[in-house]
């Protein structure tokens, strides 16, 4: 026989049911990240490529004031450390024992800062053509592997010896120029170095015992900008061209797209997958910037405004301690994106 349940405890197990689920406007708001931005003291300085050291402090460098400067999220407060006139500093890298690593785009060089004693060691390129030291990032031993973008090459800086050691990516034909203008650069889980080739349609990687290089070919005039790896060793690219983000399957080749939210007027650029395998992206081709993300197990997108408007958010930084992507923006500002909670992809 059936059991009935009396229509009155029907009513009250839908009415506990329904305060245990979140409302339309909470399930919402838990998909989406809390923006917030501080302005950089600096005027017209491009403040840009945040990271956070380990003392707390986010680091940022000022593309067009030469200067490695940080924010201290709690106070406010900013500090700022002068570099050589004309280093043209383009991305900056916070070490573990606090000192900080600087591209020298416009002088051909990386640089490091100890902020204690506000001394700078210069550690030239090998090569006078690799002139524009452009994102630089550390593998798990704590050497840095670089982009050279104008130059062509593809570089790691072993910090023991101070060695640099450059690969030259492919030369191409184009109304952009010969550069395959190597751009954005990531490591793997294999410390593997993996670069989005801005001048062609292809993303390269670098074996890094031997140094050979390897390319993997992506649509028909897509343009890689930066990309980043998840968890299963994919590579997510966006296509600044044409307004998709992808996903390169090195094992197979395989590449599937996703057209972003603004379609071919997104322009995307900065670029972070956090630690549930969500990919982060910033559309910069709409005024206000729209902070896109992207969660592949459900395939569906997100899309808030930054505030400040952005201009051009180019690069970001994931801290997986705070579930937080950090971000600088044309409009003279340092930003934190505080990211709802998510589970990897592979549970």
């Keep these: 026989m059936r059991a009935l349940i009396p229509p009155f405890a029907l009513a009250v197990t839908t009415a506990a049911i329904a305060l245990l689920l979140p409302s339309p406007a909470d399930a919402q708001a838990s998909t989406e990240p809390e923006l917030q931005e501080w302005t950089v003291p600096y005027p017209g300085s491009r403040p840009r490529d945040p990271m956070l050291g380990p003392d707390g402090q986010v680091w940022f460098v000022g593309q067009v004031s030469d200067y490695v400067a940080s924010l201290d999220p709690e106070t406010g407060s900013f500090e700022r450390f002068d570099l050589p006139e004309g280093a043209g500093p383009h991305n900056v890298i916070a070490d573990a024992d606090g000192t900080l690593w600087y591209a020298g785009n416009r002088n051909n060089h990386i640089g490091h800062l100890d902020p204690e004693t506000r001394e700078i060691r210069r550690y030239d390129m090998p090569d006078a053509a690799a002139r524009d030291p452009h994102t630089l990032t550390f593998d798990s031993r704590g050497d840095i ?29 184009s109304e952009r120029g010969t550069s395959s203008r190597p751009y954005g650069i990531v490591i793997d889980q294999n410390d593997r170095p993996w670069i989005a080739l801005f001048n062609t349609n292809a993303i390269a990687t670098v074996d890094p015992e031997t140094f050979e290089l390897e390319t ?5 005039n897509a343009l890689p900008r930066r990309l980043d790896v998840a968890s299963d060793g994919t590579v997510w690219y966006g296509d600044y061209r044409r307004g998709y983000l992808g996903r390169l399957d090195p094992n197979t080749g395989e590449v599937v797209e996703w057209p972003l939210p603004s379609g071919s007027d997104s322009r995307p650029y900065a670029m972070a997958i956090d630690d549930a395998d969500r990919i982060w992206v910033v559309e910069t081709g709409v005024r206000p910037n729209q902070f896109v993300g992207f969660d592949p197990r ?37 930003g934190v994106a505080k990211l709802p909670p998510g589970r990897p992809v592979s549970d």
């Design 216 to 220: 993997f070919e992506l649509p028909e």
């Design 298 to 334: 459900t395939e569906t997108f997100t899309s808030v405004p930054v505030e400040s408007g952005g201009g051009t958010v180019r690069h970001m930084y994931y801290d997986s301690d705070s579930n937080a992507i950090w971000f600088g923006a044309d409009t003279n500002t340092i």
């Design 145 to 173: 592997w670089f982009t050279v973008q104008g130059g062509n090459f593809i570089g790691k800086l072993t910090k023991r010896t101070g060695d640099v050691r450059l690969v030259e990516a492919p030369r191409v034909r």
